[in-house]
């Protein structure tokens, strides 16, 4: 079974930054389209950004675009979320996802909090 585990999640002020870790399986950095998702509080769980096996393609959606990036290195097998000028509406579990054919996984999830 695959392993996705995520990490630096924590709490910042709003117009603050972090930046996320997801370590996998050479396996899944070498064949997996890989994705950050979000859940806030009460809220159904949302994709955030996306990135293909080479990098070369990435999407986001419209609340984070201009303030997040996306990045994978497969040497490392660490994929990265740079979240800058971070806001109240950003909080949320975080959780990196990989998608290959008809195989995912998904990691536990690291909290973000942002809050003054």
């Known amino acids: 079974q695959e392993q996705l585990v995520e990490s630096g999640g924590g709490l910042v002020q709003p117009g603050g930054s972090l930046t996320l870790s997801c370590a996998g399986s050479?396996?899944?950095?070498?064949?997996?389209?890989m994705n950050w998702y979000r859940q806030a509080p009460g809220k159904e769980r949302e994709p955030v950004a996306g990135?293909?096996?080479?990098?070369?393609?990435?999407n986001y959606t419209d609340s984070v675009k201009g303030r997040f990036t996306i990045s994978r290195d497969n040497a490392k097998k660490l994929m990265y979320l740079q979240m800058n000028n971070l806001k109240p509406e950003d909080t949320g579990l975080y959780y990196c996802?990989?998608?290959?054919?008809?195989?995912?996984?998904w990691g536990q999830g690291t909290s973000v909090t942002v809050s003054s």
């Open positions: 990135i293909r096996v080479d990098g070369a393609f990435t």
């Open positions: 996802n990989a998608k290959w054919w008809q195989s995912e996984y």
């Open positions: 050479e396996w899944i950095f070498e064949h997996f389209f």
